[in-house]
């Protein structure tokens, strides 16, 4: 993303180099740009990244009049200020809620887009969509349990949308009844999307079926899987029956890797969010291990026997 807006940024100085015929402030946006993705390969000196993101998008804001038409200190240094804090390394301490916070000034920053930016009328909404952002992201370092936000930002995005252009469009032109009902739609819209998102986990004792012969368990297996999604009946009864078999772990690995999908990390997140997330799926993964390796050696089997 930041190549893409780096590069938007290029262009539109190049525009005024050909108009005007000043090229430093190219040159200069070039090298703010550059020196940032240097300093970001450099672990000891990637801190650095804060005030050149800040310098960067300074520059660029206040050499972009002609064609943003920002003309507004207020936007420009709440933005740019967000920009360079969304850039402070999640791996130093509270380098993450430091993101966070960062991408709160950026949504604060939209409340003072001038009146003559054309989404000047958009601004709250886009300040909404962008808060939601900073919201989740700073519930879902808290805890766990809120993890499910980030992926569920696109949808929830949209949903602030149309909600935007509804209250800005739409109601405005709408008789008193009508604007009741579309208020209480969409209210009663977002808390029927988020209660159906939500998930309680409910541990539930395995049964035994040690007992069962092979088509009862081979059976079983595929009606969990065809109908419930739970493919670990499934991979038990592939793995036993290859173990019988004599088939090479290996083997055995690429057919389960059909059967098995990878964790995932959520599409719409942040870098230090994926950091933050990826760790926590690390050491929930090394808890597991420790489990099954305990049930393993309960069972009668040592790991790796």
Same mark, same amino acid.
């Given at each position: 993303?930041?190549?893409?807006?780096?590069?938007?940024?290029? +262009?539109?100085?190049?525009?005024?180099?050909?108009?005007?015929?000043?090229?430093?402030?190219?040159?200069?946006?070039?090298?703010? =740009?550059?020196?940032?993705?240097?300093?970001?390969?450099?672990?000891?000196?990637?801190?650095?990244? +804060?005030?050149?993101?800040?310098?960067?998008?300074?520059?660029?804001?206040?050499?972009?009049?002609?064609?943003?038409?920002?003309?507004?200190?207020?936007?420009?240094?709440?933005?740019?200020?967000?920009?360079?804090?969304?850039?402070?390394?999640?791996?130093?301490?509270? %380098?993450?809620?430091?993101?966070?916070?960062?991408?709160?000034?950026?949504?604060?920053?939209?409340?003072?887009?001038?009146?003559?930016? #054309?989404?000047?009328?958009?601004?709250?909404?886009?300040?909404?969509?962008?808060?939601?952002?900073?919201?989740?992201?700073?519930?879902?370092?808290?805890?766990?349990?809120?993890?499910?936000? +980030?992926?569920?930002?696109?949808?929830?995005?949209?949903?602030?949308?149309?909600?935007?252009?509804?209250?800005?469009?739409?109601? #405005?032109?709408?008789?008193?009844?009508?604007?009741?009902?579309?208020?209480?739609?969409? +209210?009663?819209?977002?808390?029927?999307?988020?209660?159906?998102?939500?998930?309680?986990?409910?541990?539930?004792?395995?049964?035994?079926?040690?007992?069962? $012969?092979?088509?009862?368990?081979?059976?079983?297996?595929?009606?969990?899987?065809?109908?419930?999604?739970?493919? =670990?009946?499934?991979?038990?009864?592939?793995?036993?029956?290859?173990?019988?078999?004599?088939?090479?772990?290996?083997?055995?690995?690429?057919?389960?890797? $059909?059967?098995?999908? #990878?964790?995932?990390? #959520?599409?719409?997140?942040?870098?230090?969010?994926?950091?933050?997330?990826?760790?926590? &799926?690390? &050491?929930?993964? =090394?808890?597991?291990?420790?489990?099954?390796?305990?049930?393993?050696?309960?069972? %009668?089997?040592?790991?790796?026997?």
């Amino acid at each position: 993303m930041r190549w893409v807006i780096g590069g938007a940024g290029i +262009v539109l100085m190049a525009v005024k180099y050909i108009q005007t015929g000043d090229y430093m402030p190219a040159i200069i946006l070039t090298g703010l =740009l550059t020196m940032y993705e240097i300093f970001s390969r450099i672990g000891r000196l990637e801190i650095a990244r +804060v005030p050149l993101a800040f310098a960067a998008s300074y520059y660029f804001f206040t050499q972009s009049g002609e064609f943003l038409i920002t003309g507004s200190d207020s936007f420009t240094i709440l933005f740019s200020t967000g920009l360079a804090l969304t850039a402070f390394p999640a791996r130093y301490r509270w %380098g993450a809620y430091i993101s966070s916070a960062g991408i709160a000034l950026i949504a604060a920053s939209l409340i003072f887009i001038p009146e003559s930016v #054309p989404v000047y009328r958009y601004r709250f909404m886009l300040a909404a969509i962008v808060g939601f952002l900073a919201v989740t992201s700073i519930l879902s370092l808290f805890s766990e349990k809120f993890e499910f936000l +980030v992926s569920q930002r696109f949808a929830i995005g949209f949903i602030a949308g149309l909600a935007g252009i509804y209250y800005t469009e739409l109601r #405005p032109i709408l008789a008193p009844g009508l604007k009741s009902l579309g208020d209480w739609l969409i +209210v009663a819209g977002a808390i029927y999307y988020l209660a159906g998102r939500l998930r309680f986990e409910i541990e539930e004792e395995a049964e035994e079926h040690d007992q069962m $012969d092979f088509e009862t368990l081979a059976e079983r297996a595929e009606k969990e899987y065809l109908e419930n999604g739970d493919p =670990l009946p499934l991979a038990v009864l592939i793995s036993h029956t290859f173990g019988k078999a004599g088939v090479s772990p290996l083997k055995a690995e690429q057919v389960l890797r $059909d059967l098995i999908d #990878p964790e995932k990390t #959520p599409k719409y997140a942040f870098g230090f969010e994926k950091a933050i997330i990826q760790s926590r &799926k690390k &050491k929930r993964r =090394l808890k597991k291990l420790e489990s099954i390796k305990n049930k393993m050696k309960e069972a %009668g089997g040592e790991y790796g026997d």
